[in-house]
């Protein structure tokens, strides 16, 4: 069971975050493309970070806790996973607070 521990904590992300958009309506799923054009730049960088802390030693995963399954620079996919869910959780979190918040404005008011 110690094997989910990684998918169950991003397993527990979505839970927390992903409700708003049926609760709320905050759209960002609807808008897939434009948050993914919002987190691939992010993600690329933190990915070959991560590519290059493991190489160098500085970074790793407890084996234990994750599924064994690994992706390119020998990331494993929660890794991947963590970059794609965190951010999406993140946008959902603050589309809420402008849902909530009509006068809280971040960015364009687009809907």
Do not use: C
Request: aromatic content about 16%.
């Amino acid at each position: 069971m110690l094997k989910f521990g990684y998918l169950a904590m991003l397993g527990f992300t979505i839970v927390g975050s992903f409700w708003l958009e049926i609760a709320l309506k905050v759209r960002v799923l609807a808008r897939i493309k434009r948050a993914l054009l919002s987190i691939a730049p992010v993600s690329i960088f933190f990915i070959i970070w991560d590519a290059y802390a493991i190489r160098k030693g500085h970074w790793k995963f407890d084996h234990s806790q994750i599924l064994g399954i690994f992706g390119p620079f020998d990331i494993p996919l929660e890794e991947y996973l963590f970059f794609l869910i965190v951010p999406l959780a993140a946008i959902m979190t603050i589309e809420a607070v402008r849902r909530v918040k009509k006068y809280w404005v971040v960015g364009d008011t687009e809907r």
